[in-house]
Nanobody, 137 residues
Framework: VQLVESGGGLVQAGESLTLSCAVS??????????FGWFRQAPGKEREEVSC????????YYADSVAGRFTISSNKAENTVFLQMNNLKPEDTAVYYC?????????????????????????????WGQGTRVTVSS
C-alpha cells in the first residue's frame, strides 16, 4: 500500500482545511484496511488525531480534535479525508496518513476498537510522507 497526502497549507485560526490521502493498493482492497491521521508538531512527539476502519466505518478521535475534525473515506476514489474546522495554532504540525491491514485470513474485525487500536498503538503497516499544516493566530 502507498499513501500520498495533500491539502496542507497556511491558514488563520478559526479557518478550515481538508487533508486528503490517496491510497494505492496492490493485491488487496480498500476494505481490508484501517486508516488514520497522525501529527507531529515541532519539538514534540507524534500523536494520534483520528482513525477509521473500512470494515464498518467506525471512527476514533483524539480528545484534542473531537468535535472539530471529521475523518471520512471514499472507497470509489481510494481516498481518506480529514476535514479540519475551527483550526487553532496548536493544530500546527506535519500531518501523516497511515494504513494498517486489519482483514487477515478471512476475519473481518468490526467495532470501535479497530480504529482506536490503530490510533493508540501507532504501528501501522505504512506511513505517508506527510503534509504540513500551519495555523497562525
Amino acid at each position: 500500500v502507498q499513501l500520498v497526502e495533500s491539502g496542507g497549507g497556511l491558514v488563520q485560526a478559526g479557518e478550515s482545511l481538508t487533508l486528503s490521502c490517496a491510497v494505492s493498493i496492490s493485491g488487496l482492497t480498500f476494505d481490508d484496511y484501517a486508516f488514520g491521521w497522525f501529527r507531529q508538531a515541532p519539538g514534540k512527539e507524534r500523536e494520534e488525531v483520528s482513525c477509521i476502519s473500512s470494515t464498518d466505518g467506525a471512527t476514533y478521535y483524539a480528545d484534542s480534535v473531537a468535535g472539530r475534525f471529521t475523518i471520512s473515506s471514499n472507497k470509489a476514489e481510494n481516498t481518506v479525508f480529514l476535514q479540519m474546522n475551527n483550526l487553532k495554532p496548536e493544530d500546527t504540525a506535519v500531518y501523516y496518513c497511515a494504513a494498517d491491514r486489519v482483514v487477515v485470513g478471512g476475519f473481518v474485525p468490526k467495532g470501535d476498537y479497530v480504529p482506536k487500536q490503530l490510533c493508540s498503538e501507532q504501528t501501522p503497516e505504512r506511513w505517508g510522507q506527510g503534509t504540513r499544516v500551519t495555523v497562525s493566530s
